[in-house]
């Protein structure tokens, strides 16, 4: 942690201000710096900053990213195998944007899983930019959900939209979305965190890499033991600028080591740049890609411009 002074502090003052940041900061140890206090910390310290900013003499106060989230930056929750394998390779997650019906749902699965998939987007809650927008099928679709499950043998990727839906989805889901409007809802990340299952977190629109991970720290903080993260852009659709952070999302995986995809569908609006972005996604050091594809893009009653067909999916999976 950097604090920065303000000018000309005395002497006098600058000694009840190191008093008072051993008492917020308990086994710190503080250096004089040229412009301020370096304080090297025991102990997890970003609650206090509000405290220390208020303190006299204080100008700022600066924490790193391990200082802010230090479970997600601990390394310790990096790679997994199991329900997805994080060790072979890109993972594929793929599926329709959203469940309609059981018959063109699990066409879809048996084909994606031949295509390549190595789980199903399973989405039957949809948060819409629109709340007058379709928002799935509901807790109709967990029956046809499971029935995929059951005949691909693939883990389940669903995105839960509201703390009551956690418990009957992880009883069958294998993986809990956490979708850019809700990376801040604090009350479903703890409901997540504590379901005992895989949790995918998207980034949130516009949202910084420091704002991303402190909701990834928050999950774990709650017991997440399986998390990742997934990058989806920051638009929904920004005319001629569809783009992914790929700087952004390396920065998480360097920092945190955590399994890193990307969403390549939801900032495309089209399959066609959903398919570019996918490949620079991949080279750009993507650990995978959670991605809209279908056998009937053409008729989907949601972001259907943007789903890929099977055949493209294939083409990216190389399968
Ligand atoms: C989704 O993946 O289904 C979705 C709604 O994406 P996002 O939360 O990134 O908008
Ligand atoms: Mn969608």
């Known amino acids: ?39 090297v910390l025991a102990e997890p310290a970003a609650d206090a900053v509000p405290l220390i900013e208020n ?21 310790k929750h990096a790679s997994f195998s199991a329900p997805l394998n994080f060790g072979r390779g890109p993972v594929f ?12 749902y699990l066409a879809a699965a048996a084909a994606l899983k031949a295509a390549g998939a190595h789980a199903l987007r399973a989405a039957i809650f949809k948060p819409r930019s629109s709340p007058y927008a379709f928002q799935g099928i509901g807790w109709a679709g967990l029956k046809i959900i ?19 839906q956690v418990e009957r989805l992880s009883s069958v889901c294998d993986v809990l979305q956490i979708g850019a409007r809700n990376m801040r809802n604090y009350e479903l990340l703890k409901e997540a965190g504590r379901s005992g299952r895989a949790v995918l977190l998207k980034r949130a629109m516009r949202a910084t890499l420091r704002e991303w991970l402190l909701s990834a ?25 569809p783009a992914l952070d790929f700087k952004l999302m390396r920065e998480a995986k360097k920092l945190t080591r955590l399994p890193v995809l990307a969403d ?46 099977v055949d493209s999916f294939r083409a990216l999976t190389g399968k």
């Open 93 to 104: 997650i793929a599926g329709p944007c959203a469940v309609e019906d059981e018959g063109s």
């Open 146 to 164: 499971a029935k995929a499950k059951k005949s691909t043998g693939l883990p389940l990727v669903t995105e839960a939209t509201d703390t009551r």
């Open 217 to 241: 720290e928050y999950l774990l903080r709650h017991g997440a033991k399986k998390l990742i993260l997934c990058e989806r852009g920051d638009s929904v659709f920004s005319p001629g600028c």
């Open 264 to 309: 390549p569908s939801h900032a495309s609006r089209d399959r066609e740049v959903a398919k570019a972005l996918a490949l620079r996604a991949l080279r750009s050091g993507a650990d995978g890609l959670l991605v809209e594809a279908s056998l009937s893009p053409e008729t989907a009653l949601v972001d259907g411009r943007q789903t890929m067909t």
């Open 1 to 39: 942690m950097i604090i920065s002074l303000q000018k000309n502090l005395s002497a006098g003052n600058r000694r009840d201000l190191e008093a008072a940041l051993s008492r917020l900061l308990p086994g710190c140890v503080l250096r004089r710096k040229a412009a301020g206090l370096a304080a």
């Open 55 to 75: 303190l006299p003499g204080v100008a700022g106060v600066f924490l790193t990213e391990a200082e802010h989230c230090p479970l997600a930056c601990s390394g």
